[in-house]
């Protein structure tokens, strides 16, 4: 069982920056696919970044190339996004994903797949213009 608490999220003007964090814990020692989604009210879910630790891998979607950075911090069971460069559209809940995997589904792209096995709770996200 994996237990996943994200933190970080607020309200920022555009062109500021936040940093998303989601503590892991339970099951931490097997290679996993790790990511962030977001959903705005009235929209899909969508991917935003994920990677596997099993090789390194990455995957971002368009709309965040080169302004958000996913990464982990293995000693500190977390997973992070830094989000730079915020645009009003970045408003959203942002939830954290991990699924115990074997091989990188979840890099592969071009398109995210959402079939992860555990879910956080949120945190919001608010860009003012």
């Known amino acids: 069982q994996v237990h996943l608490v994200e933190s970080g999220g607020g309200s920022v003007q555009a062109g500021g920056s936040l940093r998303l964090s989601c503590v892991v814990s339970?099951?931490?020692?097997?290679?996993?696919?790790m990511g962030w989604f977001r959903q705005a009210p009235g929209k899909e879910r969508e991917g935003v970044a994920t990677?596997?630790?099993?090789?390194?891998?990455?995957l971002y979607g368009d709309s965040v190339m080169g302004r958000f950075t996913i990464s982990q911090d293995d000693a500190k069971s977390t997973l992070y996004l830094e989000m730079n460069s915020l645009k009003p559209e970045d408003s959203a809940m942002y939830y954290c994903?991990?699924?115990?995997?074997?091989?990188?589904?979840?890099?592969?792209?071009?398109?995210?797949?959402?079939?992860?096995?555990?879910w956080g709770q949120g945190t919001q996200v608010t860009v003012s213009s």
């Open positions: 990677t596997y630790t099993g090789d390194g891998s990455k």
């Open positions: 339970g099951n931490t020692y097997s290679t996993r696919c």
């Open positions: 994903a991990v699924d115990l995997s074997s091989w990188a589904w979840c890099t592969e792209g071009p398109k995210f797949d959402d079939n992860y096995k555990f």
